[in-house]
């Protein structure tokens, strides 16, 4: 298979190349050439398989023309080792938990994913000292450092902006050690971002290291999150109701909801898409008008969504062929403020003990709110609520349990690194380690 790039103006690349590039040279995203789409035998028979065996057959779909089968099965079996439970919330609503990995976060899937892709790659090329940046706003730096943690010839450098993600977020990847470096740069995610896609397009720093990245930017990291789509699915139709199946994502980066509409493009029968932001507002906005204006980030409770130039509306638009009336189509959008989210945890909490983290709740409000009677929602629950344990203990007003593997985080020593938030400073420092 063939990738692309969405600015269309760099060469045709292998699947190694763009896992280990990750982002091409004229700033746009890798794409696949096609999109292979699944048997109607395989979503015919889908309620029958477990998480694994779909793993399996969507990876396959994506990455089985460059990577012997055993290989990848060995890869998504290491990949797919816990639990995504699909749990009823009230009626005709559901929530697909996605935070029973490593790190207690929806991004361990991809990040899990692709530390071991790369890890092919790079030992099939016999490389060594590969540096993985990654931009974080909260859950991306500790599933990415978790899933990198002590991968020989790797080093993974998580930016990430200095008093704006949780406690415990921070811990996860700045307690690390090891092949794990946290530069805390002082500024937003947005700055955190733009260092990272500045450092891959500086001619003169990948002449002297090998540099890639584990943001959703990257294909390795996105396409693999498909996997839970068709796996919600499967349960649904084993509860017998996946007519009109609607997704509802919390929505940042947009490489979440990238995958979905991936799986749907496939051929996955969702009905379509809420994608459900806070007050960083972007993506609604284009989706109410049709204009695309990045802005600053706005910090919000519900940090990991705090992005207000998502990178990943690119390939969205790619995908469409940048036709707003088919985007609109499938995907409607939403924007909720700190207050409408706290508002939604306490109300769901009291009426039903489900605890939502700020993030689910979002995607749960989208529900709640527009949801046809027809119509069957699953809402994506990204991050345990003890993540965010001050803001949530605050909301309910009740002392929460934080799962004993995620507080041990919190007692080891923090290491991190201090930045302002220029290409110099940065560009600087990995000289300096290289």
């Known amino acids: 298979m063939k990738y692309y790039s969405t600015n269309h103006n760099a060469p045709e690349v292998s699947l190694q190349e763009a896992v280990i590039k990750g982002l091409a040279p004229d700033k746009g995203l890798y794409m696949p050439k096609s999109i292979n789409h699944l048997s109607k035998e395989f979503i015919d028979n889908i309620g029958s398989m477990n998480l694994t065996e779909i793993g399996k057959t969507v990876a396959n779909a994506f990455f089985g023309e460059d990577i012997p089968e055993e290989d990848l099965s060995t890869i998504v079996s290491e990949t797919l080792n816990f639990a995504i439970p699909l749990k009823k919330v009230e009626e005709g609503i559901y929530v697909l938990e996605l935070f029973h990995g490593p790190t207690f976060a929806f991004k361990d899937v991809g990040a899990r994913f692709m530390a071991r892709l790369l890890s092919y790659f790079v030992k099939k090329q016999h490389q060594e000292n590969i540096k993985v940046l990654v931009a974080t706003s909260g859950d ?18 998580v930016l990430y902006p200095s008093g704006k993600v949780s406690n415990i977020q921070e811990s996860q990847f700045t307690t690390l050690g090891q092949n794990i470096t946290a530069l805390e740069i002082d500024g937003t995610f947005d700055d955190c971002q733009r260092l990272v896609k500045s450092m891959f397009l500086d001619k003169d720093l990948n002449k002297q290291m090998n540099l890639t990245s584990a943001n959703s930017i990257n294909v390795a990291r996105f396409l693999p999150q498909s996997f839970y789509y068709f796996y919600g699915y499967a349960q649904l139709v084993n509860l017998g109701i996946s007519n009109k199946v609607v997704y509802s994502v919390p929505s940042g980066n947009l490489g979440n909801l990238t995958a979905g509409l991936f799986a749907k493009k496939m051929g996955l029968p969702i009905h379509r898409f809420f994608a459900a932001n806070n007050k960083n507002d972007t993506f609604f906005n284009y989706l109410k008008t049709g204009d695309y ?3 600053p980030s706005i910090q919000t409770i519900a940090n990991a969504m705090d992005v ?11 995908l469409y062929r940048s036709s707003y009336q088919s985007i609109t189509k499938d995907i409607t959008g939403f924007t909720y403020t700190d207050d409408e989210i706290k508002q939604t945890i306490n109300d769901v909490y009291t009426k039903s003990g489900y605890l939502l983290d700020p993030h689910g709740a979002c995607a749960y409000k989208a529900l709640k709110d527009k949801k046809e009677p027809d119509e069957t929602g699953i809402f994506l629950a990204t991050a345990h609520p003890a993540k965010f344990k001050e803001i949530v203990e605050q909301i309910i007003d009740e002392k929460i349990d934080v799962p004993e593997k995620l507080e041990s985080f919190t007692k080891k020593s923090k290491l991190s690194i201090k930045l302002p938030s220029d290409t110099e400073s940065v560009k600087n420092y990995l000289i300096q380690q290289s």
């Not at 991306?140 to 450098?157: K, P, R, W, Y």
């Open 140 to 157: 991306t730096g500790s599933a990415v450092a978790n899933g990198f943690l002590g991968v020989e010839g790797i080093q993974v450098i």
């Open 293 to 295: 204006q990045p802005k």
């Open 308 to 318: 207000g130039a998502p990178s990943n509306f690119d390939r969205i638009i790619d």
